[in-house]
């Protein structure tokens, strides 16, 4: 079968509604709102290209706040379009679009006939291209199988029915939320388990993209570690994008926090290089099988691309159940790539695209956001939101930002002459008052207040206490 015939076919199978079509447009030239085919699509929905390009000039006419009618949109079409009126008629077709009338109330059923034949051709567009991909054998099964997936993503995303929301319908939903909260009902959350954290963030809501920051050393792989820990102990579902770790890293890291809580605690570095005693074995195989089955997925580093971040993510999520809510970590978001030409296009995109997966699938997403080294020059080095490197836009829709700060670690690279005892004398007393100390700095939270959650912190078992 040659090109020109499979393309006739394909024109043949492609779902289209041009009556309705007909429709939609006629009572948009009596005046009526773009605004029900605007929410779905705009011009992309319309399958005969001479209504796509009437119906743009349409919504130029009604966004400039001018009539609309057969008698201005043919004062306003270019010479190329009346020429491609022709087999249609000519200009004359306008008029005859125009006695196609149907009733506003009926715009939105019309609009979504169209749309969901849009969706479909769509669809069906993918499956020939992956068709195509495969018979001209440059990609492998999987590729072709993972490009399809993220245009299938995409086609979701994009078709959504999203409808406004009325204030009865607001209210009904905020009165059940509070009808949850006053009756000691399990909020629709996720519990971070760090108690003077939990103190000040009763949960991380679906739909909520939050931040984590914090210089190298700080501890936000561990604090995103344990929070994951936590909530897959409690039952949630949770995905670690792990672009900077290895799975199998990320894996040894839980596996020494598990033995933290027994008399024979064995390092991450111990665990790494088989440094550990019998006994310390015996803790570790007790602690194995807990380890093992908690509901965690790893995404690696092949997830960078923020396309097929999301992807990944609903693969996972497909493959665990679970009743309670998924949570997603990324570490880190600067990590994540799109093909956006600058940087600052580049976090823009990752931006959206974290707040479009959490708003998307309806879960929470923590990420680990590298800082700025400017903050070393100063005397006071916790962070500041000012801080988060090249993150305007992350700081912008993040719903809540976390900083990590540890004073041990900078006393610690600060150490003076041991001959001058009573310097010495002095940081050794700092240290100290400092040693395992951890600050987790609520500084933003769009749902509550701000402030310092102060804890303790083993960096060498990842381990997190009050």
Same mark, same amino acid.
């Given at each position: ?59 130029? !006419?009604?966004?400039? #706040?001018?009539? $609309?009618?057969? +008698? ?8 190329? @379009? %009346? &020429? ?70 995409? !086609?979701?995303?994009? #078709?959504?029915? $999203?409808?406004? +929301? ?8 905020? @009165? %059940? &939320? ?289």
């Amino acid at each position: 079968m040659n090109k020109i015939t499979t393309q006739i076919q394909r024109e043949k199978e492609e779902p289209h509604f041009v009556e309705a079509e007909q429709f939609i447009l006629g009572a948009i030239l009596l005046n009526h709102s773009c605004g029900p085919v605007e929410s779905l699509g705009g011009t992309d929905i319309f399958y005969e290209p001479v209504h796509a390009e009437i119906y743009r000039v349409c919504r130029n !006419l009604e966004k400039a #706040e001018k009539l $609309v009618s057969s +008698v201005t949109v043919k004062a306003s079409i270019s010479e190329e @379009l %009346k &020429e491609r009126m022709e087999p249609l008629g000519g200009v004359g077709y306008l008029v005859k679009l125009a006695g196609c009338s149907i009733c506003p109330s009926q715009m939105g059923d019309y609009a979504e006939i169209v749309a969901e034949a849009a969706a479909k051709r769509k669809l069906l567009e993918i499956m020939h291209d992956a068709k195509d991909g495969i018979a001209d054998g440059d990609l492998s099964a999987s590729d072709v199988a993972a490009q399809m997936e993220a245009r299938f993503q995409t !086609l979701t995303a994009s #078709e959504s029915r $999203v409808r406004p +929301v009325s204030m009865m319908q607001a209210v009904e939903g905020a @009165l %059940k &939320e509070i009808h949850a909260a006053y009756s000691g009902e399990e909020r629709r959350c996720v519990i971070s388990g760090i108690n003077s954290l939990d103190r000040f963030v009763p949960g991380f809501a679906p739909g909520e993209m939050w931040l984590l920051g914090g210089r190298p050393s700080m501890g936000k792989t561990a604090i995103a570690l344990s929070i994951g820990l936590n909530a897959a102990r409690s039952g949630h579902p949770v995905v670690i994008a792990s672009l900077e770790m290895t799975p199998e890293a990320m894996a040894m890291r839980a596996l020494s926090e598990a033995t933290g809580g027994t008399s024979s605690a064995v390092s991450y570095a111990n665990l790494r290089s088989g440094n550990f005693s019998e006994k310390q074995r015996d803790a570790l195989e007790k602690v194995i099988h807990e380890v093992t089955y908690l509901p965690i997925t790893f995404l690696p580093s092949e997830y960078q691309d923020t396309s097929l971040l999301q992807v990944g993510v609903k693969q996972a999520l497909r493959r665990m159940d679970g009743e309670k809510i998924p949570l997603v970590i990324v570490d880190y978001a600067q990590l994540l790539r799109s093909k956006a030409a600058t940087r600052y296009e580049q976090i823009t995109d990752v931006s959206l695209a974290l707040k479009g997966m959490a708003m998307g699938l309806d879960i929470p997403v923590i990420a680990l956001s590298q800082l700025s080294r400017a903050l070393e020059q100063r005397d006071d080095k916790r962070p500041i939101m000012s801080d988060l490197r090249e993150s305007g836009q992350l700081e912008q829709d993040a719903d809540g930002v976390l900083f990590c700060y540890r004073d041990e670690y900078y006393l610690e690279r600060d150490e003076p002459d041991p001959k001058d005892h009573e310097t010495h004398a002095a940081w050794e007393k700092a240290m100290a008052a400092q040693r395992n100390r951890l600050e987790i700095i609520i500084a933003k939270q769009r749902q509550g207040a701000i402030g310092t959650a102060k804890l303790h912190f083993n960096p060498a078992l990842n381990l997190i206490w009050e």
